[in-house]
């Protein structure tokens, strides 16, 4: 599986982005597909996921500002970001975990000025 994330720049707070995950295979048999982060000197850390049948959980810091959707159409899933805080900042990188199996994309950078 692999995968390839898009949508990374720079905005300043308050402001919006949309990343996406485009996915080599059919995201249908994927039991979940998430977004985590990662700031400089601190851990990953999981955003969102979301489930082969659409539930979703969140992060405390991102609940009503963040929304995780996936579109098995296009083998893709998105992280729409609203109201950002200079705190998202971070490199996000899009997670499949299939089976016993977890894949893993090259990330896109998320940088919010204040």
């Known amino acids: 599986v692999q995968l390839q994330a898009s949508g990374g720049g720079l905005v300043q707070a308050g402001g919006s982005l949309r990343l996406s995950c485009e996915v080599s295979?059919?995201?249908?048999?994927?039991?979940?597909m998430a977004w985590y982060r990662q700031a400089p000197g601190s851990q990953n850390e999981l955003v969102a996921r979301?489930?082969?049948?659409?539930?979703?959980e969140y992060a405390d810091s991102v609940k009503d500002r963040f929304t995780i959707s996936r579109d098995n159409a296009k083998n893709t899933v998105y992280l729409q970001m609203n109201s950002l805080k200079p705190e998202d900042s971070g490199v996000y990188y899009c997670?499949?975990?299939?089976?016993?199996?977890?894949?893993w994309g090259p990330g896109t950078q998320v940088t919010v000025s204040s």
């Open positions: 979301i489930n082969i049948i659409g539930s979703t």
């Open positions: 295979e059919s995201i249908r048999a994927i039991n979940y």
């Open positions: 997670n499949a975990h299939r089976s016993l199996a977890d894949f």
